[in-house]
Structure formats: structure tokens, C-alpha cells
């Protein structure tokens, strides 16, 4: 048990290192675009890998014999609802990346296009507005998965 315990610190601790130690890299170099992105798929890569790990390691049947049983017949429902949560996460935390992105772009040519000619307003929230569009179905997604766990 308490090596469990142990070994769940030391995922919580990885996970928080390998979303900081790439940062930290990168502010201490040259600042460059190609530099960055390499950096954010290496800790995109580290991240997501150690929380597979960690998910494995929090959802590993005990070794005690008298506990396998009750793990047994938990242990599907348990990972089922772990996972229901992960996919719940990812669907908002996906699409706000997703939908912030388009903002990005579309928002940008909205103001310039606005600056230019003020009877485009209308035509160019219409577009932003679709662009926000993606972050709310992602959300209305995530409550639809966490409301059949």
C-alpha cells in the first residue's frame, strides 16, 4: 500500500516536472519559433505519456490476495469512470485549444477588416462567433460524457 501511495507522488511530481523543466529550457536559450515548437512537442509528448503511465500505474490491481477479489470486481467500473473523466477533460481542454486558436485568426482579420470598411461588423462577428462555437460543443460534449458516468 505504500508503495502505492509512493508511486502515485512520484507520477504527480513527474507530471508537474515535464510540463515545467520544457519551459525552462526554452526561456533560458534563444527565443526562436522553430525552438518553441519543438519545445511544446516534446512537452506535449512527456505530458501525455506520463499521464498514460500514471493512469496505469493508479488503475494496477493490488498484490494482496485478499484484496484482488474486491479489485476484481471493481476494476473495470473504476477504469471506465478514470477514463470517462480523462475523455471528459480532453474534449473541453481540446477544443478551447482548438476554438482559441480560430478566435486567434479570426478575430485579428475581423478588426482589420473593421478598420478599413465599418460596415463589415456584422459579417465579421458572425465569424468569430462560429469560432467560439467550437469551444461550447466541446464543453456541451464533456457534460453529455460526465453526466453517463
Known amino acids: 500500500m505504500e508503495t502505492k501511495i509512493l508511486a502515485e507522488g512520484l507520477v504527480v511530481v513527474a507530471l508537474i516536472l515535464s510540463i515545467f523543466i520544457p519551459f525552462r529550457v526554452f526561456f533560458a536559450g534563444e527565443r526562436n519559433k522553430k525552438r518553441y515548437k519543438k519545445i511544446i512537442g ?43 473523466y480523462i475523455s471528459a477533460a480532453l474534449a473541453t481542454s481540446i ?6 486558436i480560430a478566435i486567434a485568426s479570426a478575430a485579428s482579420a475581423a478588426l482589420g477588416a473593421v478598420s478599413e470598411d465599418s460596415s463589415v461588423f456584422g459579417k465579421s462577428l458572425v465569424f468569430v462567433g462560429l469560432a467560439e462555437g467550437v469551444c461550447l460543443y466541446g464543453f456541451i460534449i464533456s457534460i453529455m460524457i460526465l453526466g453517463k458516468l
Open 95 to 100: 477544443s478551447g485549444i482548438g476554438g482559441g
Open 42 to 84: 516534446v512537452n506535449t509528448v512527456l505530458f501525455f505519456g506520463l499521464l498514460i503511465t500514471g493512469v496505469a500505474i493508479l488503475f494496477a490491481p493490488s498484490a494482496s490476495a485478499s484484496e484482488a477479489a474486491a479489485v476484481a470486481a471493481t476494476a473495470a467500473d473504476g477504469l471506465g469512470t478514470g477514463l470517462g
